[in-house]
């Protein structure tokens, strides 16, 4: 019954080692949000997709990349990750409507060493 | 621009006693409004939701939260606190129509008293 799947649930990685995270869903939503959350704060948008349309904030660092080759999948890519990266990564969706109302998944805990 | 404050960083109560959340917002706009929790290393579950429909809405596991417009708040309350509610709670808001525009509040953490 799941509807938004994140793997792993926990990844390990070096400094400077990329790393991709994943994110599915079975609601064909069309809408795909990336967050990184940090210990006792807010989530934060990174980035979002409407459909094949790839929306980046302002202040989400190069370092971050996303892919989405389906309307199902969606990866987070962290070419150079450093020390300040370690944290929460939600995904959630939405479907295009009034209130976009957004399903998260369990998140990706990301430790960098 | 839109905002949202939550008034309490931190709630304790105890078990059987009401919950009272407290959230603020600031939107230019008609606003969606909801509330999330999160419980420990998890993600966001969708406990209510407000948009533009009836001002009392009712949500999962016994919560609710009314829509006050002349305050501008929306505050998340219940009337019996229950151990599992433990948990840390977002206030979000969000432009009506819009898919980016989706504001968290800086989360308050409910502790639940034996």
């Known amino acids: 019954d799941a509807m938004v799947i994140q793997n792993p649930r926990y990844q390990v990685t070096q400094f400077g080692k990329p790393v991709t995270l994943s994110c599915s869903q079975t609601l064909n939503h069309n809408v795909m949000y990336w967050y990184q959350q940090k210990s006792s704060q807010a989530p934060k948008l990174l980035f979002h997709?409407?459909?094949?349309?790839?929306?980046n904030e302002a202040d989400t660092p190069d370092n971050f990349q996303s892919r989405r080759p389906n309307t199902s999948f969606c990866f987070l890519d962290i070419r150079s990750p450093g020390l300040g990266d370690a944290a929460m990564y939600l995904c959630?969706?939405?479907?295009?409507?009034?209130?976009?109302?957004?399903?998260f998944g369990p998140g990706t805990r990301l430790t960098v060493t | 621009a839109q905002s949202v404050t939550q008034l309490d960083s931190h709630v304790s109560v105890s078990e059987g006693t009401p919950v009272l959340l407290r959230c603020n917002y600031s939107s230019s706009y008609s606003p969606s409004l909801f509330w999330y929790v999160q419980h420990p290393n998890k993600g966001l579950q969708l406990l209510l939701k407000y948009t533009s429909a009836a001002t009392l809405v009712k949500g999962i596991n016994g919560f609710e939260a009314e829509f006050k417009k002349s305050e501008t708040s929306f505050h998340l309350t219940k009337p019996s606190a229950h151990m599992s509610d433990a948990a840390e709670y977002f206030c979000v808001v969000s432009d009506l129509g819009s898919a980016r525009q989706l504001t968290f509040g800086s989360g308050t953490q409910l502790t639940v008293l034996p």
């Open positions: 959630a969706t939405a479907r295009r409507g009034p209130s976009y109302e957004q399903y």
């Open positions: 997709y409407y459909d094949k349309d790839f929306n």
